[in-house]
């Protein structure tokens, strides 16, 4: 499988409230105020969940050297426990992670207000 597959959009709605959700704490500031200026530059190689890459811009790389800023777990629709992360590189978010906890398919993000951090 491919580390990931192009695919170019604005980030959705859904997508941003998720990433404003798990940055929301001041140590988080300088990530959260990037929210506003990213774009979808890749999506996971598997093809079928939710996971993506950020970029300021299309024209950006994703960056599969990241490391995990925070991560949170909840259920989805599908009553999936899904890990959901946020991975940063070089001072900025790189990609929107969703992990499998239970060992199923992933097709959608948990609401937010059934995410929980990990380690908490």
Known sequence: MEYCIEHKRELNE???KILRHLLSQPEHDLYFNQIESLCVIARCGCGR???????????DEPKPSGHNLVQY???????????????????????????????????SWPPTMNLVPVNA
């Open 14 to 16: 859904e997508e941003k």
């Open 49 to 59: 969940c939710p996971t993506i890459m950020l970029g300021e811009s299309y024209k």
């Open 73 to 107: 777990y909840g259920t989805n629709s599908e009553g999936e426990v899904v890990g959901v992360t946020v991975m940063v590189a070089s001072g900025k978010i790189t990609e929107l992670e969703a992990s499998s906890f239970s060992g199923g398919d992933i097709n």
